[in-house]
């Protein structure tokens, strides 16, 4: 399309098939019709209503179609151009200048576009801009983009290469757009890199061709080179063409079928069966092929959402071709040849020495906390293949391949032929102001702190003003200096091994780039750290830290003065950091910017780093004059400015936050769920998007501030919208309410979450932290700013408190969140009120008494109640407590031992981490009676089958299907009656069961004596018979269902379990083995714990039993542990073998235990005897090889309170001692592991 008609030379240069022309006044149609530019010997034009303003002009050349108008009005023409192969429907649009006579041009434009079918193009003079940045200019001389092209999906699809090229502006003040649908595309097809394909490990011979063509005895990387020609070559000849290989099959299948039609022979139904099966592979590589090129993540495969994968690739595609660059005299450049040349001399200086010095001053080294001699051995010991397998598999399977073409998946499923040190020390020499890539540490922690900064310096009074600067450094990473990463990592006390490891690791590989999907040639570069690989991050932040300790000495000479956001003292405010976002505090002073600006001169120059002033902006507080900002801004470079726009990708809230302050959040959400992916997913597949996007794009911004209403009700119809199809050109109908939709899966629902809710369990998280963090920076900064006091003295949560938009949605979290979900973990009981505190279940303990307690008992401790020795003070319990809370009581201590605190913990979730899943479920909790159909839900959600059936059969559940009944009963059918049979009403169990074109298939399928119960039963009952009855045996289906059903279980439990033989095994040695169990009689219930020593001929050694109380299987069986070491440490024995029964329980005697556990106190008292001078190897093993501890554990049940030891075995459990003692065996069908996936 070419806008306006002076550019008509153009038009003949470029041999355009149609051409556009709007805003054609009547003179300038008769120099067009006398003119000798047309360029063609025929060219047929259509003229479209004229207006005051001109018209529009569509010619185009005789021979390419028939063109056919379908609509003309004054400002747009919308025409059908037809040949013999292909459709075209192109609209041109000339928009009114005035807004009135422009407002009916939306709504007629989307009335003639959903009514047009096949491929659309859209173009012309819109008159009005989409987004705010496609304006530009001031008063004097202002730029807007008016002129677009636009195009569907299915033209994307269709012309893959189609292309929109801005012309020169010659006469007219709009630039010409011409459109090129083919454009000649130059690749050289030998520069394309190799790419593993997915697709192959699908197919059966490919494993026997890693195993063949792999050679062990060279180098990987010429290993894998040998094997990329053979791949290729196996890919041309066996593998072949998946779409040519579709087609064909297609063929094969219908002509079989057609011949099926006249004969039927078991040969022919057989190749029939074979050739759907092929057809099915097909599918599954042609899926698997276009996802792994969509680089869409977060949808699952076997949905066959081909069309959206399809889509995607071609948009990413285009989105990252690179087709005109502007290069260093400022002119535009659109050469191929050029354009590669730039791109590859731009990166070769980057990544060079050419504009920094050769030499420079090395800083000092100190600064970081020394490595402890642990330390550094655990960094030094050798890599094993355990470590270096897990580090393979914990890679995204489809990340983007290196060099070399290989994705993680290949090593992943090769792992068997091809067969984070630094990380756990990493935190102990970054300091406080880095959040970026430390375990613990979040980008939320620098966004608290920077916006309590922002609110403190907006309200700043008196004398001495600060400022902010947030810096810009250019290409970080990329200008990072070899030589200061070396000194760098000397510095941080590593070996000297780790160092040539890891400089090996940086400067080794050479460079290509990935020029429009060809591979450049290779060079080396001298400096600069690889973005993507895993531990580049991790080495800037080192290297960053150079920074902080450049800072934190100028602080301690006092040449720096930070700032203190709380009056009193409190955290001191001089940097903070989160990888290469860096932000300054000082006070506001030429003085104090010339200091900042020493100590950056400095750190660039060691480093190679380099500020970008233009980009960079300064912020002061409300109390610095304009004279003495401007010559801080002189002084610096740096220009001052009022609104700091965003950090971490969240605005800085400078002013009362408004729909507008977070309406990029809707927007970001809106064009990711955009209208074309609706028609491109399946239901499943768009509640799988809607899934991914709210747990993406809005979650970071919903982290530490509560958005307006007016944004999550945005976000919620916007996800609704998209989730059942609706667009902004065509709504459709919301088959099910929001409130339900948004319920978990188990109650009903389909898991998705709504906003507000949301957004309140995400903040109550800060403020969760909060209460548990002393240390780190933002708590500090938060506790001293508003003097955050103790969980019992809740003064500081007061609602009408001043302070930020922060603070105020922060303590909203934990006022109605936080604490509502919390309770106390026992440790010394120095914190925890013993009636008013939630600690030993679920509600404090004044609201289980049976008698009013004495006001002055309300404020005592736990430990008030205990006495060391002797345990609870009963006496001032017992009169106020039934017999079940003293039972309860009777299964924990107070820790004197250890002398751990008390810890507030989570009470939602059992281990009493925090976490934002439990947090959003306490907040929608609905208390109110209703039937439990859990289980019903469930087994939809279970059936062995893709999303998309799972998701059908939940609308079936809900009966949610738009028959002919349910479109009556909405307003938008005229009639009942299925338009199959002619015979009934239709409905859901009409459509799936008793329409005669689908009975008789169920009559074949269901055996007779259950026909009457199949047929009559309720969609419901129907639906839950039928999900069951896969599982069923005997008669339920006809013989033929029960054969398949039985195959297919068999098929599902190959390599799953396999019965094996399990019996107790004598210790070797001078070993003593410990057995020990617990067992709880409703969990928490009536508890009970016993153990028992043998030596390696099973004799007898000592055991023990123990009533507990009332407690969980959990705390039971460490009961059992605890009082099985305690017996074993007192009859002086030095090698114990420990087996226990409880795979939870041995992971937390091995790997240890939060504080915040509920069991943490007995786990503390475990590990103080596995600390001991003895040697104790700790096993799980099965219960048949556990049967007299288990028996040990129920004959304590029968006994009173408290432990029972014993020299010799009970006569209840000698038959059991005998039998493990002679090895006899017992069934167990256990998991047979396979490691090679």
């Not at 190959?1054 to 019965?1059: L, M, S, T, W």
Request: one cysteine or more.
């Amino acid at each position: 399309m070419i806008d306006h008609i002076d550019h008509i030379d153009l038009v003949k240069d470029l041999m355009a098939q149609y051409v556009e022309l709007d805003e054609v006044a009547d003179k300038c149609v008769h120099v067009l019709i006398a003119s000798d530019h047309i360029y063609c010997d025929a060219v047929q034009m259509l003229m479209g209503l004229k207006s005051t303003s001109g018209g529009i002009w569509l010619l185009w050349r005789s021979g390419i179609g028939e063109m056919s108008i379908i609509e003309s009005t004054e400002q747009f023409i919308a025409a059908k151009l037809q040949n013999e192969t292909e459709v075209l429907n192109i609209v041109v649009v000339y928009a009114a200048p005035s807004a009135t006579r422009r407002s009916g041009l939306w709504e007629n434009l989307s009335r003639v576009v959903l009514g047009l079918e096949g491929p659309l193009i859209i173009g012309g003079d819109f008159n009005t801009i989409v987004r705010v940045d496609e304006r530009s200019g001031e008063d004097t001389f202002v730029a807007k983009r008016l002129d677009r092209v636009m195009c569907c999906a299915h033209a994307r699809l269709k012309w893959q290469e189609a292309r929109v090229t801005h012309l020169p502006f010659l006469a007219s003040d709009h630039a010409p757009l011409y459109v090129q649908l083919s454009p000649a595309v130059g690749q050289n097809r030998r520069r394309r890199p190799f790419r593993f394909e997915a697709a192959w490990l699908s197919h059966p011979s490919f494993k026997d061709l890693v195993r063949a063509s792999w050679n062990g005895e060279l180098q990987t990387p010429m290993a894998l080179d040998e094997l990329k020609e053979k791949l290729q070559q196996w890919n041309k000849d066996v593998f072949g063409d998946v779409q040519k290989k579709k087609e064909v099959l297609m063929r094969d299948i219908k002509a079989i079928q057609d011949e099926l039609e006249l004969v039927q022979t078991d040969s022919m139904l057989r190749r029939e069966e074979e050739l759907v099966k092929e057809f099915e592979v097909i599918l599954e590589q042609e899926e698997i092929l276009l996802f792994q090129k969509s680089r869409e993540k977060w949808i699952a495969l076997g949905d066959r959402n081909t069309t959206y994968f399809h889509t995607s690739t071609i948009i990413r595609r285009r989105r990252n071709r690179i087709e005109m660059l502007r290069n260093n005299e400022e002119h535009w450049v659109s050469d191929p040849q050029e354009l590669e040349k730039l791109a590859v001399d731009y990166y070769q200086r980057l990544y060079s020495l050419d504009d920094v010095p050769r030499e420079v001053e090395r800083l000092p080294p100190e600064g970081f906390a020394p490595l402890t001699r642990e330390e550094k051995v655990s960094l030094n010991k050798p890599f094993t293949a355990v470590e270096i397998e897990a580090a393979i598999r914990s890679m995204g399977s489809f990340k983007a391949p290196g060099p070399d073409g290989f994705q993680p998946i290949f090593y992943q499923k090769c792992w068997e032929t091809v067969g984070s040190s630094v990380i756990r020390v990493i935190s102990k020499l970054i300091g406080p102001a880095q959040s970026s890539f430390i375990p613990g540490r979040l980008s939320i922690d620098n966004i608290v702190v920077v916006q309590e900064a922002v609110h403190s310096m907006r309200r700043k009074k008196g004398r001495k003003g600060w400022m902010l600067l947030k810096l810009d450094l250019e290409k970080a990473y990329d200008r990072i200096r070899w030589d200061f990463l070396e000194d760098t990592i000397r510095a941080a006390g590593f070996e000297e091994c780790w160092v040539q490891w890891i400089i090996q690791c940086v400067t080794g590989p050479s460079m290509s780039i990935l020029w429009n999907g060809e591979k450049t040639d290779a060079f080396k570069p001298s400096r600069g750290l690889r973005q993507g690989d895993p531990l580049s991050p991790y080495l800037f932040v080192l290297c960053l830290e150079r920074l902080c300790h450049m800072i934190d000495r100028s602080i301690a000479v006092k040449d720096w003065k930070p700032i203190c956001l709380s009056q009193g003292g409190g955290a001191r405010l001089s940097h903070i950091c989160f990888a290469d976002d860096l932000i300054l505090f000082a006070e506001a002073s030429v003085a104090q910017i010339r200091v900042i600006r020493r100590v950056l001169e400095k750190f660039c120059v060691a480093s190679g780093q380099k500020v970008s002033l233009e980009k960079s902006k300064k912020f002061f507080s409300e109390n610095v004059s304009r004279e003495l900002g401007e010559m801080i801004s002189n002084e610096s470079g740096i220009k001052a400015t009022k609104e700091l726009g965003k950090y971490l990708g969240m605005p800085i809230l400078q002013k009362r936050i408004n729909k507008d302050t977070f309406g990029e959040v809707l927007e970001r959400v809106t064009s990711k769920l955009a209208g074309w992916k609706g028609r491109s997913l399946s239901f499943a597949g768009r509640l799988t998007l809607t899934k991914s996007v709210l747990s993406s794009i809005p979650v970071h911004v919903m982290s530490t501030i509560l958005l307006p209403k007016s944004i999550t009700e945005g976000l919620d119809k916007v996800s609704r919208a998209f989730l059942w199809g609706s667009t902004t050109e065509k709504k459709k109908q919301h088959l099910i309410a929001w409130n339900r939709v948004c319920q978990p899966r188990g109650e009903g629902g389909l898991g998705l979450r709504k906003a507000k809710d949301m957004n309140k369990a995400l903040v109550s998280k800060v403020g969760w932290r909060l209460m548990n963090e002393t240390k780190s920076l933002w708590a500090n900064v938060l506790r001293k700013k508003y003097k955050v006091g103790s969980v019992q003295d809740q003064g500081w949560l007061a609602a009408r408190r001043p302070g930020s938009s922060t603070w105020r949605s922060i303590v909203t979290g934990l006022r109605e969140v936080g604490l509502q979900g919390s309770r106390w973990v026992l440790g010394n009981g120095r914190d925890i009120r013993f009636w008013t505190d939630k600690w030993l279940c679920n509600e404090p303990l004044v609201e289980r008494v049976i008698m009013e307690l004495p006001n002055e008992s309300l404020q005592w401790r736990v430990k008030d109640l205990w006495q060391e020795g002797t345990g609870w003070c009963l006496d001032a319990i017992v009169p106020y407590v039934t017999i079940n809370t003293r039972l309860e009581l009777a299964a924990i201590v107070v820790d004197n031992v250890t002398g751990s605190r008390d810890r507030l913990a989570w009470g939602e979730t059992a281990d009493g981490q925090f976490t934002v899943k439990s947090a959003y479920t306490m907040i929608t909790r609905d208390e109110s009676p209703k039937q439990d159909m859990a289980s019903f839900y469930n087994k939809i959600w279970k059936v062995k089958a893709p999303e998309r059936v799972k998701t059908f059969l939940w609308l079936v559940s809900h009966q949610a299907i738009m028959t002919n009944v349910e479109r009556f009963r909405r307003h938008i059918g005229d009639t009942t009656i299925c338009q199959v049979c002619k015979g009934g009403e239709e409905t859901i169990i009409h459509v799936l069961r008793d329409c005669p074109s689908i009975s008789g298939i169920w009559s074949r399928l269901v055996p007779d004596r259950r026909k009457q119960e199949f047929f009559n039963a309720s969609l419901l009952t129907w639906l839950h018979g039928n999900l069951r009855g896969g599982e069923a045996t005997g008669d339920y289906w006809a013989k033929e269902v029960h054969q398949a059903n039985e195959i297919h279980r068999v098929e599902k439990n190959v390599g799953g379990r396999v019965e094996r033989r399990i019996a107790w095994q004598p210790p070797l040695g001078e070993w003593v083995k410990l057995n020990t169990d617990g067992a709880s009689r409703g969990n928490p219930g009536l508890a009970a714990a016993g153990g028992a020593l043998r030596d390696g001929t099973g004799r007898w050694r000592g055991g023990f039993v123990l009533n507990i109380g009332i407690c969980s299987a959990p705390l039971a069986e460490l009961w059992g542990v605890y009082y099985g070491l305690y017996i074993a440490w007192e009859r002086r024995i030095t090698r114990l073998e420990l087996e226990v029964d409880s795979e939870l329980v041995v992971g937390f005697l091995k790997s240890g235990i939060s504080d915040s556990h509920p069991l943490s106190f007995l786990v503390r008292l475990c590990h103080g005897f596995l600390t001991r001078d003895w040697i104790v190897r700790i096993s799980h093993v099965y219960r048949e090889a556990n049967r007299l501890a288990d028996g040990l554990a129920n004959y304590a049940f029968t006994l009173p309170l408290g432990i029972h030891l014993f020299e010799v075995a009970p006569s209840v459990v000698e038959t059991i001692l005998l039998e493990d003692s002679r090895g006899t065996s017992f069934p167990r069908s256990v998991r047979l592991y396979n490691f090679y996936f």
